[in-house]
Nanobody, 118 residues
Framework: QVQLTESGGGLVQAGGSLRLSCLAS????????MNWFRQAPGKEREFVAR????????LYADSAKGRFTISKDNAKNTVYLQMNSLKPEDTAVYYC???????????WGQGTQVTVSS
């Protein structure tokens, strides 16, 4: 496992932007991908975005396409989620997670709260 620490959440008005960060400490592998999930009150945790270890491949949920951008800086062991044009329905706790080549998510951060006011 690796230790994942998210930061960058906060309160923002609709239409605003936030950039989340996820710092990974521990050994990572080129077959790993890094992911962002979110969980709104009373709802199940849902996938938001994924990036391969090299950064060359990304995947987004439909709700994130065109508004969110996932990126990473391997030198800093950090994954980012740039969120633009935020909507009240984006309000949730955002988590980063490591996905192994087997498809298993073996490491999760503690989450960072994002609140979008209308």
């Amino acid at each position: 496992q690796v230790q994942l620490t998210e930061s960058g959440g906060g309160l923002v008005q609709a239409g605003g932007s936030l950039r989340l960060s996820c710092l990974a400490s521990g050994r990572t592998f080129s077959s790993d991908s890094m992911n962002w999930f979110r969980q709104a009150p009373g709802k199940e945790r849902e996938f938001v975005a994924r990036i391969s270890w090299s950064g060359s491949t990304t995947l987004y949920a439909d709700s994130a396409k065109g508004r969110f951008t996932i990126s990473k800086d391997n030198a800093k062991n950090t994954v980012y989620l740039q969120m633009n044009s935020l909507k009240p329905e984006d309000t949730a706790v955002y988590y980063c997670a490591r996905r192994r080549s087997s498809g298993t998510y073996d490491s999760w951060g503690q989450g960072t709260q994002v609140t979008v006011s209308s």
